[in-house]
Each structure stands twice: as C-alpha cells, then as structure tokens.
C-alpha cells in the first residue's frame, strides 16, 4: 500500500521544481488550472507518474476532478496504484 | 501577393461570423481585421525594417492570430517563439534567425509598449538577414547544430498555395467550426491560416480533459476537431455518455496513431479518427479521409496538388518516399540553402520510407526525419544535443524519439562522459537550465561510444525506438 501523502509530497515537490515558475506558490490545495497548468504540465506530470511508480494514470481518470489540486492527483494515483 | 488578403477577403464576405473563440470572447472577422489593422499602426511605429524577421512568443490565442496577421501586412517575417521557452533558448532563436526583435506579451528589459499586454524588444542582429529576394512571410526554427539549417522559410505565395492544397483534402467551409487546442507556436499555417482563408470559426479550447473539452464541442457544435493522439486517448477513455454529433471530421496528428486510441476513440463516439501526413517542408502531404477504419494505419491517399513516388522499391513495395508539389519550402535557413539545390527534378525526398498500395494509401514504416513529437510538440534533437554537448563532463550525445504508447514520443538522450566522476544528476539540472521543459529527455543512458556513419564519420541519427 501507498500513502496517498507520499506521492502528493513527491507531486508537489516535482511541480514546484520543473512545472511552475519560481513565483507561483503551489500547495496541496493549489487550484492547478488557475495557477497556469496546461496541457504541457499535465503531460509531464503524467510521464513524471510513470517513471516514478511504473504504471501510467488511464486516460479516463484524467478528469477535472482528478486535476484539481496535488491532492486530489495524489490520491487518484494513490487508488489505481493500490488496486494493481 | 500577402497573406493578409486571405483576412480581409473572409472579412470582407462574412464580417459577422465569429472567427476565433478565447473563454468568453467572441471576435467576428470583421473586429479581427480592425485588430489586425490597429496592430499594424502601432508596429509600424516601430520603423521595422521590411523583410525583418520578427519573433512572436505568444501562447494561443487571438493575440497571435492578429500580431501574426500585421506583421506579414508589414511584410516582415514571422519566426514563432514557443512561450516554454527559457531566455537561453530564445536568445539563441534571436541570434541564428537574427531577429530585429520580439513581441512578448510580458515586458522585458528596454522593451517598448505596443499594445496592451504586448511588448516589443528590439533587439539588433549582428548582420542583417539576406532572404535573398524572396517575399518571405514565416520561418520555423529547428535549430541545428553550427554545421546545420537551422530554419525552414516560407514565402507568402508558398503559405497560400500550401493553405489552398491542404483544404482541398481538410475541405474546410465556411460552415465548420474548429476546436483547437494544439499550440500555435508549432501548428499554424495548414491549420489556422487555412481556417481563416476558408471563413471557419476557431474555438480555442484552454481544458483538455475530456469533460471540459467535450462540453466546448458541443457548445460550439464544433465540426472539426484537429489534435495530437495524447488528447484523443483522453478524450476516447472519457466514461460519460456524452456524444458529439456535431463533428465530421476528427484530425490526428504529429506522430502515428496509435490503433488502441484509434479503436477506443471510433467504439466511444462512433467516429472515425483520421490520420495525415504533414511535413515542415511540404506542408499537407496526406489524409487519409476515404478509407480511415478499414485503412486505419495508413496517413491517406495524396492530399490536394501533390504527387508521391516511391524511390528504389524493394520486393515489397517499399522505398524511400518523395513528394513534387505546391507549397514546397522556399528555403532553408542559416546557412541559405534554396529549395532549388535541395530538390531533385522538382522532387523533395522525404527520408521516410513507406509503401503505397493498390488503391493509393501510403503506409509509412519508418519516419526518418529526425524531429520529435511528443504530445503536439516539436522537438529537434540537434538542439537537445547542443546542449548536452555544452555540460563540462559530456564528450558528445545523441538524443532520439522513444515511442510513447499515450504521447506518441518521449526524449531520450544517450551521452558519453569524459569522466567517471560525472554525475547524470548534475545533466538534468544543467538541461533545466537551458531547455525549455518538454525538450529536457526523461531518460539518460550512458554509453561508451555513439554509432557513426562509416563515410563521413557522423553521429548516426537513430531513428524512433519502440
């Protein structure tokens, strides 16, 4: 099992780092869209997913819902991670 | 002739129509020539010398279509400048296509107000570009290593007959509304251009998942959807029951489609994706709008005015594929090469090899060309390369396409260290420096020595890897 905590510390760290601009304050509770992340930081967050746990988040979980903050993404990892 | 013509002839026959679509804003081509036409004005203050090449580094929107539309009324050369680009990377654009500035939305150090949220910096070449007396109107940069072309350049006259043959295969009508969500600063001119020339309205779609893109579809009765495998697969693997009766034409790009995507796609919405083939070069080459399910792996049957060959077929059928017809590049850029001493009898070789069957559908089994495509972006790994090669503790670097089963192809790079103390952590931090995110490669293997070509001793380009 993986905490859902562990990959958001990882998520957020890796966005802070290489997808938004050192201004932008990103929190777990950071609205995504609003903040500027485009469908470029999604692809990257996505293969950033897939180097890291090995597996790639299915196309129909990538929703609005899902992509609303770091939690929310770290908990849709955290789920289809847990259920493999 | 200049490009602007196609503008104002769409605004002049349907003033009202919306042309493009940004959140809420809604411009008719009627308001869109007036901000061409107010743009005009006020870069023509500037005192840009005519045939300046100008860098654009806008994100979508209909900024760019208006800024891109004046400045080929002024007839200067547009040369876009992806926004993910660092300063580095811009600078080096500046330097090799020896702009006389940019235009960024943001301003920057001596830039200039030229409208609101657009700033022009002058920036002064060290030569002044020769375009040799051509009516140059766009170049896209591939960068290149010194020894390389960094450009490809366009003409006005080759963009429209490139425009005019594409839509003879896209045969987009005033009735068609696009919903785009591709980056303009690498698609444009067979894309949005074309639109425009043909009175479509574009809506610029700002969410790509699927529940916000599906809701602009068909809010918009969109009738054309044009994007990369990466948003299909999104949008095919959606699990709503929400349809889009609205399109007729679904347009997958930039790399090879995926059969997964294109079956989940054609079960969840009963229509068909179509693939094409687009070449910088060329232009569109072709789409395979006739027989797209039951030829699902073929780009199609020759689009528009082009003829295709097959160089030196093997017992399969299969050669090197070239391509005669309108709307061929003019030139390529630092050094000058003109198109006439890079075409054979008129024929451009493409460097990929495929096959054409018995009805005509080309089948490509390899995509020789060296450019990268990773979810709708171009990347060039000459560029990534350079930069590689720059870090103090690599001796030389190949950097390739690896395909993606969801993104078509990810950057990977095969470097030599001169040290055994080099550390690869210490490449990927000096890649974030330098490259804009999406080029930094997501893998790094260490080799020994890189393949090389046995005449001329040059680093082998690899070709995609599975």
Same mark, same amino acid.
């Given at each position: 099992?993986?905490?859902?905590?562990?990959?958001?510390?990882?998520?957020?760290?890796?966005?802070?780092?290489?997808?938004?601009?050192?201004?932008?304050?990103?929190?777990?509770?950071?609205?995504?869209?609003?903040?500027?992340?485009?469908?470029?930081?999604?692809?990257?967050?996505?293969?950033?997913?897939?180097?890291?746990?090995?597996?790639?988040?299915?196309?129909?979980?990538?929703?609005?819902?899902?992509?609303?903050?770091?939690?929310?993404?770290?908990?849709?990892?955290?789920?289809?991670?847990?259920?493999? | 002739?200049?490009?602007?013509?196609?503008?104002?002839?769409?605004?002049?026959?349907?003033?009202?129509?919306?042309?493009?679509?940004?959140?809420?804003?809604?411009?008719?081509?009627?308001?869109?020539?007036?901000?061409? @036409?107010?743009?005009? $004005?006020? &870069? #023509?203050?500037?005192?840009?010398? *005519?045939?300046? /090449?100008? =860098?654009? %580094?806008?994100?979508?929107?209909?900024?760019?279509?208006?800024?891109?539309?004046?400045?080929?009324?002024?007839?200067?050369?547009?040369?876009?400048?992806?926004?993910?680009?660092?300063?580095?990377?811009?600078?080096?654009?500046?330097?090799?296509?020896?702009?006389?500035?940019?235009?960024?939305?943001?301003?920057?150090?001596?830039?200039?107000?030229?409208?609101?949220?657009?700033?022009?910096?002058?920036?002064?070449?060290?030569?002044?570009?020769?375009?040799? @007396?051509?009516?140059? $109107?766009? &170049? #896209?940069?591939?960068?290149?290593? *010194?020894?390389? /072309?960094? =450009?490809? %350049?366009?003409?006005?006259?080759?963009?429209?007959?490139?425009?005019?043959?594409?839509?003879?295969?896209?045969?987009?009508?005033?009735?068609?509304?696009?919903?785009?969500?591709?980056?303009?600063?690498?698609?444009?001119?067979?894309?949005?251009?074309?639109?425009?020339?043909?009175?479509?309205?574009?809506?610029?779609?700002?969410?790509?998942?699927?529940?916000?893109?599906?809701?602009?579809?068909?809010?918009?009765?969109?009738?054309?959807?044009?994007?990369?495998?990466?948003?299909?697969?999104?949008?095919?693997?959606?699990?709503?029951?929400?349809?889009?009766?609205?399109?007729?034409?679904?347009?997958?790009?930039?790399?090879?489609?995926?059969?997964?995507?294109?079956?989940?796609?054609?079960?969840?919405?009963?229509?068909?994706?179509?693939?094409?083939?687009?070449?910088?070069?060329?232009?569109?080459?072709?789409?395979?709008?006739?027989?797209?399910?039951?030829?699902?792996?073929?780009?199609?049957?020759?689009?528009?005015?082009?003829?295709?060959?097959?160089?030196?077929?093997?017992?399969?059928?299969?050669?090197?594929?070239?391509?005669?017809?309108?709307?061929?590049?003019?030139?390529?850029?630092?050094?000058?090469?003109?198109?006439?001493?890079?075409?054979?009898?008129?024929?451009?070789?493409?460097?990929?090899?495929?096959?054409?069957?018995?009805?005509?559908?080309?089948?490509?089994?390899?995509?020789?060309?060296?450019?990268?495509?990773?979810?709708?972006?171009?990347?060039?790994?000459?560029?990534?390369?350079?930069?590689?090669?720059?870090?103090?503790?690599?001796?030389?670097?190949?950097?390739?396409?690896?395909?993606?089963?969801?993104?078509?192809?990810?950057?990977?790079?095969?470097?030599?260290?001169?040290?055994?103390?080099?550390?690869?952590?210490?490449?990927?931090?000096?890649?974030?420096?330098?490259?804009?995110?999406?080029?930094?490669?997501?893998?790094?293997?260490?080799?020994?020595?890189?393949?090389?070509?046995?005449?001329?001793?040059?680093?082998?380009?690899?070709?995609?890897?599975?």
């Amino acid at each position: 099992m993986i905490e859902p905590l562990e990959i958001e510390t990882k998520l957020l760290d890796f966005l802070k780092r290489e997808v938004f601009a050192g201004n932008v304050v990103v929190t777990p509770e950071t609205d995504l869209i609003a903040s500027g992340f485009d469908s470029m930081s999604l692809v990257r967050v996505l293969l950033f997913i897939e180097q890291s746990y090995g597996f790639w988040i299915p196309e129909g979980e990538i929703t609005g819902d899902a992509l609303q903050n770091v939690r929310s993404l770290a908990a849709t990892a955290a789920r289809i991670l847990n259920a493999r | 002739m200049n490009l602007t013509e196609l503008i104002e002839k769409t605004a002049a026959r349907w003033p009202q129509k919306p042309a493009l679509v940004e959140e809420s804003t809604v411009v008719t081509y009627g308001e869109l020539a007036r901000q061409v @036409g107010e743009l005009v $004005a006020q &870069i #023509r203050s500037l005192h840009i010398d *005519t045939g300046s /090449r100008v =860098g654009l %580094a806008f994100p979508n929107g209909i900024a760019y279509v208006a800024l891109t539309f004046a400045l080929w009324r002024l007839n200067l050369v547009v040369v876009p400048v992806p926004t993910e680009c660092p300063e580095e990377e811009i600078e080096e654009i500046a330097v090799a296509m020896q702009l006389a500035g940019i235009l960024t939305p943001k301003p920057r150090t001596n830039s200039v107000v030229v409208a609101p949220d657009c700033y022009f910096t002058k920036l002064n070449p060290a030569t002044p570009p020769d375009n040799h @007396g051509l009516n140059l $109107a766009f &170049i #896209r940069f591939t960068s290149g290593t *010194t020894s390389a /072309r960094k =450009g490809v %350049a366009l003409s006005h006259e080759t963009v429209r007959d490139r425009v005019l043959s594409a839509n003879k295969a896209f045969g987009i009508t005033p009735d068609d509304t696009v919903i785009w969500c591709l980056p303009m600063a690498h698609h444009f001119l067979i894309t949005i251009v074309l639109y425009i020339e043909a009175g479509a309205t574009i809506v610029l779609a700002r969410h790509v998942t699927a529940k916000p893109f599906l809701e602009a579809v068909n809010h918009w009765k969109g009738t054309v959807l044009y994007a990369a495998p990466f948003h299909f697969s999104m949008w095919a693997r959606d699990n709503s029951a929400v349809q889009i009766p609205s399109v007729r034409l679904a347009v997958s790009t930039t790399c090879a489609l995926p059969q997964d995507v294109a079956n989940d796609f054609f079960k969840r919405y009963n229509h068909p994706l179509v693939q094409g083939l687009g070449v910088i070069e060329l232009g569109l080459v072709a789409l395979n709008t006739a027989a797209p399910r039951k030829k699902s792996d073929s780009v199609g049957q020759v689009a528009g005015d082009f003829q295709l060959r097959i160089v030196n077929p093997d017992a399969d059928g299969c050669g090197e594929l070239a391509v005669l017809g309108p709307g061929i590049f003019d030139a390529y850029v630092a050094p000058w090469v003109p198109r006439e001493e890079v075409l054979c009898d008129g024929w451009f070789f493409t460097g990929d090899i495929g096959r054409v069957d018995e009805d005509g559908f080309l089948f490509l089994l390899s995509r020789k060309t060296a450019v990268i495509n990773l979810a709708g972006r171009k990347v060039f790994p000459e560029e990534i390369e350079a930069v590689l090669n720059r870090h103090p503790s690599v001796s030389e670097s190949r950097v390739y396409g690896k395909l993606h089963p969801h993104l078509g192809e990810t950057v990977e790079a095969e470097v030599v260290l001169n040290s055994p103390d080099a550390k690869l952590y210490t490449i990927h931090a000096f890649c974030r420096e330098h490259l804009a995110s999406y080029k930094i490669p997501t893998r790094f293997t260490i080799v020994a020595a890189l393949p090389r070509t046995p005449v001329t001793g040059k680093i082998r380009r690899a070709a995609s890897v599975a």
